[in-house]
């Protein structure tokens, strides 16, 4: 990722904001604060980001980047060189000789130009095609991957939107069937920020829910994983409330089991019923207990049941995933 930045002694450039392990920029020895002062021969030295990030588009071949660190104490210039991976009707050759440099160092992989584009936050990301196939999601950062419906469902359902309580799309469920989780790498509580190119992170929950269902063979998705989350209901956001049941009344909500796992959540609260009334409980919402009653780990019937036959005063347990990502 690159960003827009201006340093003390330096001046306004373009400096390299984050690096993941593993990847061609990090096995090239490029570091986060590095400022790139030149792509081939075209500088960056007091370059926007806009104009960045339009040069390392249109960049093929070999790609020669000229760096320093203006943070540290013994400015060394870096000189990286290397073949980037084919473009749409370009081609690569069998092998490259590095340029030599007149600076001390050995050249090394410089990452590829297709591996960076620019983002709606104003930064680059990875968006190679080969690598969104198999990226892994690396919580805390803002990850592109594609999964290949094959002719399945894409197999998840989500919670969410600017017109509910959770304000973002959030993945509630990865059913065992469908091609998400034959993919492997969503999984609930991961919050969605693009599809196919459409910005989820200001969009209402039919709104998405359409763009999902209407997703082509190959889905294209920018997501995003809190640090602290993992394939459990541990990172829920666990909340309390009391409904007062009237006499021959319900609950005003519905219930279904998860396709994948145990326990319930709510599939729909009631207009004008009194869960609706309370007002805090959503979509979404996993039941946790009732009145005390563990229902976690209950089957749907088991949970309904539960929750048909309290009376007066019932308090529920509820879990609801947490939006982690800024908009």
Partial sequence: MIIEGKHAEVGQGIFISDIQDGSAAHQAGL??????????KDTLVGSNYDAAAALLKKTEGVVTLVVC?????????KLTTAPTTPVAGGSTPAAQTPAKASIAGTPKLAPPPGSLSPSPSGKLKVEDDNLALTAVVVPGTETTIEINKDKIGLGLSIVGGTDTLLGAIVVHEVYP??????????MPGDQI????????????????????RQTPAKVRMVVFRDEASDSS???????????????????GLSVVGMKNGSGVYISDIVPGGAASTDGRMM???????VNGVDISKMTHDEAAAVLKTSVGKVNIKFGRYKAKKNK
């Fill in 31 to 40: 570091s986060v604060g590095d400022m790139i002062l030149a792509v081939n």
């Fill in 193 to 212: 920020l693009e599809c196919n190119g459409e910005d989820f992170r200001n969009i209402t929950h039919a709104k998405a829910l359409s763009a999902l």
């Fill in 233 to 251: 209901k541990a990172d829920l956001d666990v909340m309390e409330l009391e409904i007062a049941k009237k006499p021959g009344k319900g609950l």
């Fill in 69 to 77: 660190n203006p943070n540290r104490a013994k400015e060394e210039e």
């Fill in 283 to 289: 979509k979404g919402d996993y039941i946790l207990s």
């Fill in 177 to 186: 069937d469908g091609a998400a989780m034959k993919d492997g790498r969503l």
